[in-house]
């Protein structure tokens, strides 16, 4: 909890976005011009956004990752980062898995382990898969149907291997029957009975209820397999037993990890991996502006983390290394959302004087501007999750007159919610993100103007789940407006908005679901999308439930994320995927 005073907190991000600004200026100044090529043979602005930059069969080399942030673990149960899901897949391999093609392309489920996309039961509560002949652990033994059986099971053990989706567990064991496999009592330790193994290569899914978007919860690398006598429990993470192309020679947490090929792994098995370096190595930085210096020196390849160059590593590659550089469209929206419980945001009209009244321009400013903080947000659908129409679909008008406030409209609207004076409120926002309490004095500025008076309250970003996402925190200090955002566990509606927006999801404590929203037509929408196999179908549902939710002035957009991402003139087969939210696809990467 923060000491300053009020004008001081008003200083202090004031100055912060100043800062922002003062660097976008200077981004801009030096960014353009030309077709983006450098003399080292740079393959030019954006070619590796949405397509393939440098394509090759070439094999050999050392790719070389940087990292300013290690992963939250390497264990496949127990990672949720965007860039180790992606990493995980050097290692680990799943039933099914994401194409290995650019784009929306990239989202499409294909074969992995599998010899097909699952075998599904009419009434969709079956799911029967065939293992792949020649598919094997890096000692050589056969990958069996019982290793990715209790592979899955280890996300019931919350208790030692906590951290990562438990999507499969919510979906097979909704009641939470099954102990997990560290206490189960059966001699084999296979005793979850939604999963049956009836031979080594056969494995059949059983859900209580149908879930259209099972196969997307089984492509994520939690589903990987597991071997029970290589299971280390709470150390796994520090070395994982290989399913995929490669291993792991050596890690040292926060300083270097080192992948070798995996002897044992044959290009046969696999139709997703062309496995083309032969050594994997990641550089772990404590510094981001020294990290980007390297990169750009030609020390690394690309940058691990895939969430954009620092401001100033940004501002000497878009000046001397454009063609080095890609600005692709992240899975995120930032936003900020008005909590229902904290008054006057219980009155649609009070919310919507707030969205009316702000700069979206400032505040996309505040976040980056255009090339690194992405386009003027106008919903709350991602344009990397089926169903999304992007800006098309406008229903306030944010990107008009290039996003400028409608005064007029926040003042009608003020008057209809019985505040024709206005009124006060605070804005959350995490005190480890400069960029987010930049983006709080932008909409603090804009808001004074049409008679809304806020407060900035930096709360300690290390415990957001405890206290934004506590609502009766949120209700005693009186947050009316909470800076957030969010991006896809899978691209779906329900990996990325049923847990902010459906009622099941509101908690007493870790609450995702900040605005409280308890609408019985979002709750059903989410139960017809669970059901429906039809893609077209679904996507119109997700198109309702995004309608429905934008429309109820629950939430601020301020951009649909972009980032200036860093890519070695010496890569080959570079292109961005949806299945990442925008990152480069790593298992297809190889050198020159």
């Known amino acids: 909890m923060t000491t300053q005073s009020t004008s001081g907190r008003r200083r202090q991000a004031l100055a912060a976005a100043a800062a922002v600004a003062a660097l976008l200026t200077t981004a801009a100044c030096n960014g353009g011009g030309g077709d983006g090529k450098d003399k080292k043979g740079a393959a030019g602005f954006d070619a590796a956004n949405n397509k393939v930059a440098s394509p090759s069969t070439k094999k050999g080399g050392t790719l070389k990752f940087a990292g300013a942030q290690d992963a939250d673990s390497w264990d496949t149960t127990r990672g949720y980062y965007g860039f180790a899901w992606n990493f995980m897949r050097y290692y680990s391999r799943q039933l099914v898995t994401g194409k290995t093609e650019p784009g929306r392309a990239g989202t499409e489920l294909v074969p992995d382990l599998a010899t097909a996309r699952a075998e599904i039961s009419p009434d969709k509560k079956t799911y029967k898969y065939t293992l792949r002949d020649g598919v094997t652990w890096e000692d050589g033994k056969p990958i069996t149907s019982q290793d990715i059986k209790y592979g899955i099971e280890r996300q019931w053990a919350q208790d030692v291997l906590a951290g990562g989706p438990v999507y499969l567990r919510d979906v097979l064991d909704p009641k939470r029957e099954y102990p997990g496999p560290y206490k189960d009592t059966a001699k084999d330790k296979l005793g979850l009975k939604a999963?049956?193994?009836?031979?080594?290569?056969?494995?059949?899914?059983?859900?209580?209820?149908?879930?259209?978007?099972?196969?997307?919860?089984?492509?994520?690398?939690?589903?990987?397999?597991?071997?029970?006598?290589?299971?280390?429990?709470?150390?796994?993470?520090?070395?994982?037993?290989?399913?995929?192309?490669?291993?792991?020679?050596?890690?040292?947490?926060?300083?270097?990890?080192?992948?070798?090929?995996?002897?044992?792994?044959?290009?046969?098995?696999?139709?997703?991996?062309?496995?083309?370096?032969?050594?994997?190595?990641?550089?772990?930085?404590?510094?981001?502006?020294?990290?980007?210096?390297?990169?750009?020196?030609?020390?690394?390849?690309?940058?691990?983390?895939?969430?954009?160059?620092?401001?100033?590593?940004?501002?000497?590659?878009?000046?001397?290394?454009?063609?080095?550089?890609?600005?692709?469209?992240?899975?995120?929206?930032?936003?900020?959302?008005?909590?229902?419980?904290?008054?006057?945001?219980?009155?649609?009209?009070?919310?919507?004087?707030?969205?009316?009244?702000?700069?979206?321009?400032?505040?996309?400013?505040?976040?980056?501007?255009?090339?690194?903080?992405?386009?003027?947000?106008?919903?709350?659908?991602?344009?990397?999750?089926?169903?999304?129409?992007?800006?098309?679909?406008?229903?306030?008008?944010?990107?008009?007159?290039?996003?400028?406030?409608?005064?007029?409209?926040?003042?009608?609207?003020?008057?209809?919610?019985?505040?024709?004076?206005?009124?006060?409120?605070?804005?959350?926002?995490?005190?480890?993100?400069?960029?987010?309490?930049?983006?709080?004095?932008?909409?603090?500025?804009?808001?004074?103007?049409?008679?809304?008076?806020?407060?900035?309250?930096?709360?300690?970003?290390?415990?957001?789940?405890?206290?934004?996402?506590?609502?009766?925190?949120?209700?005693?200090?009186?947050y009316g407006i909470i800076i957030m955002g969010w991006g896809p566990d899978f691209p779906s509606v329900q990996g990325y908005g049923q847990p902010l927006w459906d009622s099941k999801y509101i908690l007493d404590s870790g609450n995702n679901n900040y605005a409280m929203i308890k609408d019985p037509a979002v709750d059903k929408l989410f139960d017809d999308y669970v059901l429906e196999l039809d893609e077209a179908k679904k996507e119109q549902i997700a198109k309702n439930i995004n309608h429905k939710v934008t429309e109820g002035a629950y939430y601020l957009p301020f951009v649909f994320e972009k980032f200036v991402n860093w890519r070695s003139s010496e890569l080959t087969n570079v292109y961005t995927t949806d299945a990442y939210s925008g990152q480069y696809d790593f298992i297809s990467l190889g050198l020159k």
């Open 195 to 478: 999963i049956e193994t009836p031979d080594p290569k056969t494995i059949v899914f059983k859900l209580p209820s149908p879930n259209s978007d099972f196969e997307e919860m089984l492509a994520l690398t939690s589903a990987s397999p597991v071997r029970q006598d290589k299971d280390t429990k709470s150390k796994y993470g520090l070395r994982p037993f290989s399913s995929g192309p490669y291993k792991f020679e050596s890690y040292t947490p926060n300083k270097s990890l080192v992948l070798v090929r995996n002897e044992n792994w044959k290009q046969a098995s696999d139709p997703v991996r062309k496995a083309l370096p032969d050594k994997i190595t990641l550089t772990l930085f404590s510094n981001a502006d020294e990290m980007d210096n390297r990169l750009l020196n030609g020390d690394y390849h690309l940058d691990i983390n895939q969430t954009g160059m620092s401001p100033q590593g940004r501002i000497k590659a878009l000046k001397a290394h454009k063609g080095n550089l890609d600005n692709p469209v992240s899975g995120y929206i930032r936003y900020a959302v008005f909590p229902q419980t904290v008054k006057p945001f219980d009155n649609v009209e009070c919310r919507k004087a707030v969205i009316y009244g702000s700069d979206h321009k400032s505040l996309q400013t505040a976040r980056g501007g255009p090339v690194a903080g992405g386009d003027i947000g106008t919903n709350m659908l991602p344009p990397s999750v089926p169903g999304s129409e992007g800006q098309k679909y406008d229903p306030w008008g944010l990107a008009k007159n290039d996003g400028a406030p409608d005064v007029a409209k926040a003042k009608a609207a003020l008057k209809a919610c019985g505040k024709p004076n206005g009124f006060k409120t605070t804005i959350a926002v995490r005190n480890n993100k400069p960029v987010e309490v930049a983006t709080a004095a932008s909409l603090q500025a804009s808001l004074k103007k049409v008679g809304i008076e806020v407060e900035i309250d930096k709360y300690d970003g290390s415990q957001t789940s405890g206290i934004i996402g506590n609502p009766s925190v949120v209700k005693s200090k009186n």
